[in-house]
């Protein structure tokens, strides 16, 4: 069964940083695309960032770019976010996700049960 | 401002059908499938509908999708009590080179 089980989330402040990961078991780990989608508290889904199976190739989106760092670890099943130069608006819950299938651009399935990051002083 | 249009709210009674849009561009929908995903109260969003039209496992086939040029539409049919969910699009933007959703329908079931 497919399991991502997020941790590291908690209260930081403004201009701090703070590591999320995403530990993943039940399929083959390096053979998926992964990524991390938010939602601030009462809002829609925001796509943060994509990393290919290998690690190779992340897409990040505008409102993140320069501030936050995906990547991977294939040797211990766990996929990163590493969120800098945080900022009130980045408080959401930041759920990780795995593509359908092997394709990058593939759909978002399934999800894991989310991480709360708030940024407050 | 979400890059995909989706109405805010959407309703119907046990056994009716409702149908939610999604408004893209040329470079999201127009250029790449829609996926709609399910996100019922307090718990994480699911994939409900891929490739415009395709059921994932164990969705009912009370659900579909379509798609037309620059826009998608999610069908439910024979509402169920359980379906009051936000339903959200997204598809993949070759311009932005990442992915958009819509804003998310929250549907009721009166």
């Known amino acids: 069964d497919v399991q991502l089980l997020e941790s590291g989330g908690g209260l930081v402040q403004p201009g701090g940083s703070l590591r999320l990961s995403c530990a993943a078991s039940?399929?083959?780990?390096?053979?998926?695309?992964m990524s991390w989608v938010r939602q601030a508290p009462g809002q829609g889904l925001q796509w943060v960032s994509t990393i290919s199976g290998s690690g190779s190739s992340t897409y990040d989106a505008d409102s993140v770019r320069g501030r936050f760092t995906i990547s991977r670890d294939n040797s211990k099943n766990t996929l990163y976010l590493h969120l800098s130069s945080l900022r009130a608006e980045d408080t959401a819950v930041y759920y990780c996700a795995r593509t359908q299938t092997m394709i990058v651009v593939a759909p978002f399935d399934p999800w894991g049960q989310g991480a709360l990051v708030t940024v407050s002083s | 401002q979400s890059v995909l249009t989706q109405p805010p709210s959407a309703s119907g009674t046990p056994g009716q059908r409702v149908a939610i849009s999604c408004s893209g561009s040329s470079s999201d929908i127009g250029s790449n499938t829609a996926n709609w995903y399910q996100q019922l109260p307090g718990t994480a969003p699911k994939l409900l509908i891929y490739s415009n039209n395709q059921r994932p496992s164990g969705v009912p086939d009370r659900f579909s999708g379509s798609k037309s040029g620059t826009s998608a539409s999610l069908a439910i049919s024979g509402l169920q009590s359980e379906d009051e969910a936000d339903y959200y699009c997204a598809a993949w933007d070759d311009s932005l080179n990442g992915w958009v959703f819509g804003g998310g329908t929250k549907l009721t079931v009166l």
């Open positions: 039940g399929f083959t780990f390096s053979d998926y695309a």
